[in-house]
C-alpha cells in the first residue's frame, strides 16, 4: 500500500509560480511511475504530467508543456510539480498517483491504484 499525500496548492495571481508536493508514505516511490492529474469543476480528470521510476523521464500534457516540470526526490520518497506562468485555466484540483513498476507513463485515471486527496489551485486574473 502506499499512502499520497499532496500539498502546497493556494490562490496565486496569473503568472505567478507554484510548487505541489506528493508526498509518499508506507512504500518508497523510487520504484513508482507518479503522475500529476487536474479537475475542474465540471470538468473530467485530466493527465498533467508523469514521471517514470527506471530512469527518471518525464512526459507532459500539451497544455503545460514548457510551464510545468516534474521532479522527484527519492531521499525524501516526494514527487514534486512545479508550475511556472500559471494561467487563470490551471484552476483545478490537483491530485498525485502512483502504480508500483510500469514502464511507460500513463494517462489514463484508471490505470493508477494509488491516490492522493487533491490539493487545489486557483489561479486569479
Known amino acids: 500500500q502506499v499512502q499520497l499525500v499532496e500539498s502546497g496548492g493556494r490562490l496565486v495571481q496569473a503568472g505567478d509560480s507554484l510548487r505541489l508536493s506528493c508526498s509518499a508514505s508506507?512504500?518508497?516511490?523510487?520504484?513508482?511511475?507518479v503522475a500529476w492529474f487536474r479537475q475542474a469543476p465540471g470538468k473530467e480528470r485530466e493527465f498533467v504530467g508523469g514521471?517514470?521510476?527506471?530512469?527518471?523521464?518525464?512526459t507532459s500534457a500539451d497544455s503545460v508543456k514548457g510551464r510545468f516540470t516534474i521532479s522527484r526526490d527519492n531521499a525524501n520518497n516526494t514527487v514534486y510539480l512545479q508550475m511556472d506562468s500559471l494561467k487563470v485555466e490551471d484552476t483545478a484540483v490537483y491530485f498525485c498517483?502512483?502504480?508500483?513498476?510500469?514502464?511507460?507513463?500513463?494517462?489514463?485515471?484508471?490505470?493508477?491504484?494509488?491516490w492522493g486527496q487533491g490539493t487545489q489551485v486557483t489561479v486569479s486574473s
Open positions: 508506507g512504500r518508497t516511490l523510487s520504484r513508482s511511475n
Open positions: 514521471i517514470r521510476w527506471r530512469d527518471g523521464s518525464t
Open positions: 498517483a502512483a502504480v508500483t513498476g510500469g514502464l511507460a507513463i500513463m494517462s489514463a485515471p484508471r490505470l493508477y491504484p494509488y
